[in-house]
């Protein structure tokens, strides 16, 4: 299987929901002489098969917002946030075809009214520390000492192989024979980012076995723009081998 990394272009911004588009770069390999070259085999079509199930909420209830497509054919394998006046007003889910990693786009909600000025919190699978083909099966957000808003985010994977398998990212400290007392935050399968007020962690919500993550659920605070996320929710979708 191919290793990957996935580029963001920029988010062109209009205070709505939007579509933003992502470039894949690809590297590898390849023999000059065909007659040479190794065997190259074709990864294991899968599918989203059976209904969409929701999680709990990481956070609080709000405004609930569906952020990508969850009856659609990708899946989502990172999140990000950017804030205007010390608000996340702005959420998106990174997500890609589950066959096909440079089908790859995002869907983002903007309740911030101007555009976001803040500097981006985002944690994905990708690059060439992850396998291709590795989603989100869990998430857990970290809020302010207020419990108001939303201030970092911390994912778990799971990676569907080249016979169309699926299995967790296991856990992986830096060094595995000192591992004992570690925070989760030290898990190397399991990134994170926080902004310098993120106050405590919320509960992990996980999508059931053999499911990964299609959407987001946001939920907002109320009031007048800018609007804080409050909590994220995971909507999920088992796979399946074939159609």
């Known amino acids: 299987m191919t290793m990957g990394a996935r580029t963001n272009f920029e988010i062109k911004s209009n205070g709505q929901q939007r579509f933003i588009s992502s470039s894949v770069v690809r590297t590898g390999t390849a023999s000059i002489l065909l007659a040479l070259a190794m065997p190259v085999f074709s990864d294991t079509d899968v599918s989203l098969t059976g209904s969409v199930t929701q999680t709990d909420i990481s956070g609080f209830a709000g405004t ?10 990708q899946a989502v394998y990172g999140v990000w946030s950017v804030e205007r006046n010390d608000k996340p007003c702005y959420v998106g889910a990174l997500t890609e075809d589950i066959n096909n990693s440079k089908d790859n786009s995002g869907e983002i909600k903007s309740l911030c ?30 809020m302010n000492k ?11 994977g799971r990676k569907i192989d080249e016979n169309g398998n699926v299995s967790d990212l296991p856990v992986r ?26 106050d405590g962690w919320k509960k992990w919500v996980e999508c059931s076995q053999n499911q990964i993550a299609t959407a987001i659920t946001a939920h ?3 009031g007048s723009n800018p609007r804080s996320v ?3 929710a995971l909507q999920c979708r088992a796979v399946g081998k074939g159609e």
């Open 113 to 142: 009214g101007d555009n976001p000025i803040s500097s981006e919190m985002k944690v994905q699978f990708g690059g060439i520390k992850f396998a291709e083909r590795t989603f989100v099966r869990a998430l857990r957000v970290c």
């Open 173 to 198: 400290y830096p060094d595995s024979s000192s591992s004992s007392g570690l925070t989760p935050l030290v898990d190397l399968n399991a990134p994170s980012d926080q902004r310098p007020n993120c």
């Open 64 to 73: 609930p917002f569906t952020v990508g497509h969850p009856e659609g054919t």
């Open 146 to 156: 207020d419990n108001t808003r939303l201030k970092g985010f911390q994912i778990r």
């Open 220 to 222: 907002f605070s109320g």
């Open 230 to 232: 409050t909590g994220i």
